[in-house]
């Protein structure tokens, strides 16, 4: 195929991932209670790769424990016992590298796992990788307020597998819009997504984006088409990767500026092989104080 065709034929394939997504369902871990709206004014957000549950410590775990992406572990478990026990003091949850129930994980979700351990009301996965009973890697969402909307969109790339969750929560028509995701270790990919991503988000004014995005902060607001938002991190220059001696900063909560941060953080609690990130927020009254 000349080379040209082949172009235009990749062009016109990410043109359609752009078009394509679906309204998720958000699924309640009680059922019958009444849907809890967003009726604060702060929110405790944390973003966390769970690594399927993998506790890795050292470099030499990726060899030795490698096995545990494919087959199932005892101590899986006990490791998201202790990610568990890090959520109640948080309002909205970002997970990445989860599983969705297959042989590795002993068929159990695990954001569902983790909604349960920790109270949270509601709570979403995304199957971003498909691999039947072997795997299937999602991203997760936990919130103990109900979205007013879903979006489950497959990002756009040239090796399908990435995803990004959409929830908007409060005020309908000025929402707090809230996207998690776990971007491309590749630049190129990268910008693809996030120029996407920037298309999804740009007529909303009050914006979280939070997740791995695999670089730099300063990367992502200085040369990615994230640099003509008005999106800051709350989290510049502070190190997620690897837990054990953080040397790069992959993990990231960006926000528009009308959302005041009070507080900020990465959490040294090395788990698995991501340091989890943390923000409060304080919310603009228009999002909270609507007629229903």
Known sequence: MPIRTLTGAIRRRLHRQRCQYRSGHIHQSTQGETPCQLNKSTLNLLSFNIQVGINTQQYRHYLTRSWQHILPHANRL?????????????????????????????????????????????????????????????????SRFEPVSLEDHKLPGLIPGRGAIVARFGNPEEPLTVVMMHLALSKRARDIQLSYIRDVVQHNQHVVLMGDMNT?????????PLKDTSLHAAHWGQNTFPSWQPKRSLDHILISPSLIVNRFGVMNIPITDHLPVSVEIQIPDPVINYRK
């Open 78 to 142: 006990t490791t998201l016992d202790r990610i568990a026990s890090v959520l109640p003091d948080f309002d909205l949850v970002a997970l990445q590298e989860a599983d969705g129930g297959s042989i590795r994980s002993s068929f159990i979700n695990q954001t569902e796992y983790l909604a349960l351990k920790g109270h949270f009301p509601y709570w979403y996965h995304q199957i971003n990788r498909n691999l039947g009973k072997l795997a299937q890697h999602s991203n997760g969402l936990l």
């Open 216 to 224: 730099h902060a300063d990367q992502l607001l200085n040369d990615s």
